[in-house]
């Protein structure tokens, strides 16, 4: 699968979590946990072993609600924006 410029190499019985927005209105008060609690349930049950996503190292919120959950992080990314081009690179365990 080709993601923003990356070939991140997914295992079978991997799945890849893509962003969620709380409205301002509703943040704070647990909906993306919920969410993410409830997406991780689904992929289970759909015979998925591990969920993977990304997450700037200073979104403070998503971090938090991933280590909620049980995550780990695995990897470091870098990304960079040039007009409509995007740049990124990522290491998992050390190996880019």
């Keep these: 699968m080709t993601l923003e410029r990356v070939n991140l190499k997914l295992d079978s019985g991997d799945v890849l979590c893509m962003d969620a927005y709380t409205a301002p209105a509703f943040r704070g008060q647990g909906v993306q946990t919920a969410l993410a609690l409830a997406r991780c349930r689904l992929f289970r049950n759909m015979g998925h072993r591990r969920a993977i996503t990304y997450i700037i190292k ?8 991933w280590r909620k959950i049980g995550s ?24 880019e």
Aim: hydrophobic fraction near 40%.
């Design 58 to 65: 200073n979104n403070y919120p998503s971090l938090v609600v």
């Design 72 to 95: 780990q992080i695995v990897g470091q990314g870098d990304f960079r924006r040039i007009g409509f081009w995007r740049r990124v690179r990522y290491s998992v365990e050390g190996i």
